[in-house]
């Protein structure tokens, strides 16, 4: 039968107004018979009850395979064929929303409004079923494996014989778990995709499937985080010889943190927290996060794939900037792929340097560079953002340190004698005193993690999980400032490479350089940073930033000058609005920037 008339016979209009959609019934059968399928339309306002499907689409490109809906053949991809054939009841029908079934995918006004609601499709749905593959040799073992662990959660891996979880007789620590087969039930395609995240954050209640092997997502949660838990609560203790193998990667995209969602949830910490997954539409980075986000940006952005991705992610940030009056999406950029102005991020572009879930920006909040003004920006037809600030000063002098291998004295004591040669570092803060105190703070971004006791009773800095950035990181305070500067010279003067060193260093120097401003202070600045370019801070901005101003020759006197955004930076000393408070005390004003 022709697709035209397929579509036809098989596709009802929806009335968006009333949020329908339809519904397959999978009749019930056997793992290898044939499926003859049907669909009802049914409105998300009379609250449904079905299921809905959460798998990887896989290639359009490969053989399909048939099933019968509404006594038509419709040719499904391979991956979905199985996905049916693994939950299907034997002796019952199954009700569920499948969006390569259940949405008309030749009809671009209805891809576009269904794809605006399936937030809400997934978050009402009674069950997600998450099809991640078909089943292997040992994934029954493994299923029963992490299920036992599970259950038997409050028993420790360490300790006295009798309080020790043993699986099969042996201990968990010393054998007793077949990492090898629970890796593999791990390893997935579903991970890595942008449509699966809002599906598994969304879900009330979750189902994991391999084939007909299915594990509650509550489940795995427990096991991912039976070995972490016990060492936090230090009933347990980590040795090398344990066979502890939950710090594996193939863990950590099944670690899905989102915070609270509330109407006032933005859409750059999804944005950028899943910006590794991929799609098969560039668009889908930004529709496949709108049900992660308030209610706000579901209403402003709706779903459109004729729009071009350039103007698609230069709008959502003009609608950040509106919504929350803040310019904190400027720390999300990177490099760039596709055509877009220096002020707006490339969500396409996924490297080495955004593989660090807490650079600047996830701890952003910790600073107040504008003082939290709320920013007045907007974005005019040219894609260009119009917005004010302080300019503080300049790139005077950079310096790039080389980490080859953590923190070394060497790199810190480069750093400083190019920071004490600068003419005007030292009466910038006080006296030299103050310019010491200042870099110390500078190193770690005047940045501070709580303190726990060590195995051996020594006080250190402990590891954090960084997709909870509120949770670790604060800013000193005074009084801390001495303590502070003692560990880091400890630290640079005798070499160690404990714990917290690299990893606050790491956060503050990464993708940076150490530079010296033109009135003496002190910072890191975006590697891309050259002499002479503008260090401004932005109202709506918590980070200072760096500007390079575009050569505007032949262009009419009465406009503004125009610049490009380089990057932020770290400045000692403008980073809780002191630029501000020199325009509220009459000795500075504030200035028209065009980013473009």
Same mark, same amino acid.
């Given at each position: 039968?022709?697709?035209?008339?397929?579509?036809?016979?098989?596709?009802?209009?929806?009335?968006?107004?009333?949020?329908?959609?339809?519904?397959?019934?999978?009749?019930?059968?056997? &793992?290898?018979?044939?499926?003859?399928?049907?669909?009802?339309?049914?409105?998300?306002?009379? *609250?449904?009850? /079905?299921? =809905?499907?959460?798998?990887?689409?896989?290639?359009?490109? &490969?053989?399909?395979?048939?099933?019968?809906?509404?006594?038509?053949?419709?040719?499904?991809?391979?991956?979905?064929?199985?996905?049916?054939?693994?939950?299907?009841?034997?002796?019952? *029908?199954?009700?569920?929303?499948? !969006?390569?079934?259940?949405?008309?995918?030749?009809?671009?006004?209805?891809?576009?409004?269904?794809?605006?609601?399936?937030?809400?499709?997934?978050?009402?749905?009674?069950?997600?079923?998450?099809?991640?593959?078909?089943?292997?040799?040992?994934c029954d073992y493994a299923v029963e494996t992490m299920s036992y662990i599970a259950e038997n959660c409050n028993m420790h891996f360490d300790g006295p014989e009798d309080t020790v979880l043993r699986v099969h007789g042996v201990p968990i620590a010393k054998g007793g778990v077949a990492w090898d087969l629970i890796y593999q039930f791990f390893e997935t395609p579903w991970t890595s995709?942008?449509?699966?995240?809002?599906?598994?954050?969304?879900?009330?209640?979750?189902?994991?499937?391999?084939?007909?092997?299915?594990?509650?997502?509550?489940?795995?949660?427990?096991?991912?985080?039976?070995?972490?838990?016990?060492?936090?609560?230090?009933?347990? %203790?980590?040795?090398? !010889?344990?066979?502890?193998?939950?710090?594996?990667?193939?863990?950590?995209?099944?670690?899905?943190?989102?915070?609270?969602?509330?109407?006032?949830?933005?859409?750059?910490? +999804?944005?950028? %927290?899943?910006?590794?997954?991929?799609?098969?539409?560039?668009?889908?980075?930004?529709?496949?996060?709108?049900?992660? @986000?308030? &209610?706000? /940006?579901?209403?402003?952005?709706?779903?459109?794939?004729?729009?071009?991705?350039?103007?698609?992610? @230069?709008?959502?940030?003009?609608?950040?900037?509106?919504?929350?009056?803040?310019?904190?999406?400027?720390?999300?950029?990177?490099?760039?792929?596709?055509?877009?102005?220096?002020?707006?991020?490339?969500? @396409?572009?996924?490297?080495?340097?955004?593989?660090?879930?807490?650079?600047?920006?996830?701890?952003?909040?910790?600073?107040?560079?504008?003082?939290?003004?709320?920013?007045?920006?907007?974005?005019?037809?040219?894609? $260009?953002?119009?917005?004010?600030?302080?300019?503080?000063?300049?790139?005077?002098?950079?310096?790039?340190?080389?980490?080859?291998?953590?923190?070394?004295?060497?790199?810190?004591?480069?750093?400083w004698k190019f920071a004490t040669a600068h003419p005007l570092s030292a009466s910038y803060y006080g006296g030299m005193h103050g310019l010491e105190q200042a870099f110390w703070l500078t190193m770690c971004g005047s940045l501070v993690a709580p303190a726990r006791q060590d195995d051996d009773g020594v006080a250190s800095k402990q590891a954090f999980d960084m997709t909870k950035p509120?949770? +670790?990181?604060?800013?000193?305070?005074?009084?801390?400032?001495?303590?502070?500067? &003692?560990?880091?010279?400890?630290?640079?003067?005798?070499?160690?490479? %404990?714990?917290? =060193?690299?990893?606050?260093?790491? $956060?503050? @120097?990464?993708?940076?350089?150490?530079?010296?401003?033109?009135?003496? =202070?002190?910072?890191?600045?975006? =590697?891309?940073?050259?002499?002479?370019?503008?260090?401004?801070?932005?109202?709506?901005?918590?980070?200072?930033?760096?500007?390079?101003?575009?050569?505007?020759?032949?262009? +009419?006197?009465?406009?503004?000058?125009?610049?490009?955004?380089?990057?932020?930076?770290?400045?000692?000393?403008?980073?809780?609005?002191?630029?501000?408070?020199?325009?509220?005390?009459?000795?500075?004003?504030?200035?028209?920037?065009?980013?473009?």
């Amino acid at each position: 039968m022709a697709n035209e008339c397929l579509e036809t016979l098989v596709y009802t209009p929806l009335n968006s107004s009333l949020n329908e959609i339809r519904l397959l019934h999978l009749p019930p059968g056997g &793992e290898y018979d044939d499926f003859d399928c049907s669909l009802s339309v049914v409105s998300l306002n009379d *609250e449904p009850r /079905y299921e =809905a499907l959460s798998y990887v689409w896989g290639d359009n490109l &490969e053989v399909k395979l048939p099933i019968l809906l509404e006594k038509n053949t419709v040719q499904i991809t391979r991956n979905l064929h199985s996905a049916l054939r693994g939950i299907r009841y034997p002796n019952d *029908e199954r009700v569920l929303w499948i !969006d390569a079934l259940c949405i008309n995918q030749k009809n671009s006004a209805e891809v576009n409004t269904q794809v605006a609601i399936m937030g809400d499709i997934y978050s009402k749905a009674g069950c997600v079923l998450a099809y991640i593959g078909e089943d292997f040799d040992g994934c029954d073992y493994a299923v029963e494996t992490m299920s036992y662990i599970a259950e038997n959660c409050n028993m420790h891996f360490d300790g006295p014989e009798d309080t020790v979880l043993r699986v099969h007789g042996v201990p968990i620590a010393k054998g007793g778990v077949a990492w090898d087969l629970i890796y593999q039930f791990f390893e997935t395609p579903w991970t890595s995709r942008v449509w699966t995240a809002q599906e598994h954050v969304l879900a009330k209640k979750m189902l994991v499937y391999r084939s007909r092997l299915s594990i509650p997502l509550q489940t795995l949660h427990i096991f991912m985080d039976y070995v972490p838990r016990h060492i936090g609560n230090e009933c347990c %203790y980590y040795r090398k !010889d344990y066979d502890l193998s939950f710090r594996h990667d193939v863990f950590k995209q099944w670690r899905a943190y989102i915070r609270h969602i509330t109407p006032d949830t933005g859409i750059l910490f +999804p944005l950028h %927290y899943y910006r590794i997954r991929q799609s098969g539409k560039s668009h889908d980075k930004i529709y496949g996060m709108l049900g992660l @986000t308030g &209610e706000i /940006y579901k209403a402003r952005i709706r779903a459109d794939y004729e729009i071009s991705i350039e103007d698609l992610f @230069t709008n959502v940030v003009s609608i950040e900037g509106k919504a929350t009056g803040r310019l904190d999406f400027l720390s999300y950029c990177r490099d760039q792929k596709l055509d877009l102005p220096s002020w707006v991020p490339d969500w @396409t572009f996924y490297d080495k340097s955004c593989e660090d879930e807490d650079r600047e920006g996830l701890f952003v909040f910790l600073y107040n560079a504008d003082g939290r003004r709320l920013s007045r920006s907007f974005v005019s037809a040219g894609r $260009k953002l119009f917005t004010s600030g302080v300019q503080i000063s300049t790139v005077d002098r950079r310096y790039e340190p080389r980490f080859e291998s953590g923190l070394r004295i060497k790199s810190i004591a480069h750093m400083w004698k190019f920071a004490t040669a600068h003419p005007l570092s030292a009466s910038y803060y006080g006296g030299m005193h103050g310019l010491e105190q200042a870099f110390w703070l500078t190193m770690c971004g005047s940045l501070v993690a709580p303190a726990r006791q060590d195995d051996d009773g020594v006080a250190s800095k402990q590891a954090f999980d960084m997709t909870k950035p509120r949770d +670790p990181w604060r800013r000193l305070r005074e009084v801390e400032y001495g303590e502070t500067m &003692e560990f880091w010279k400890q630290v640079a003067y005798e070499g160690q490479e %404990y714990g917290p =060193a690299p990893l606050l260093f790491k $956060k503050v @120097t990464e993708g940076k350089c150490f530079v010296v401003l033109a009135n003496g =202070a002190v910072g890191f600045a975006p =590697a891309a940073c050259r002499p002479g370019d503008a260090v401004v801070a932005l109202t709506g901005g918590s980070l200072p930033c760096v500007l390079r101003r575009v050569n505007d020759d032949g262009r +009419p006197e009465r406009e503004y000058p125009r610049w490009t955004f380089v990057g932020c930076a770290y400045v000692h000393g403008s980073m809780d609005g002191e630029a501000f408070e020199s325009v509220d005390k009459g000795l500075d004003y504030t200035r028209l920037f065009v980013l473009v």
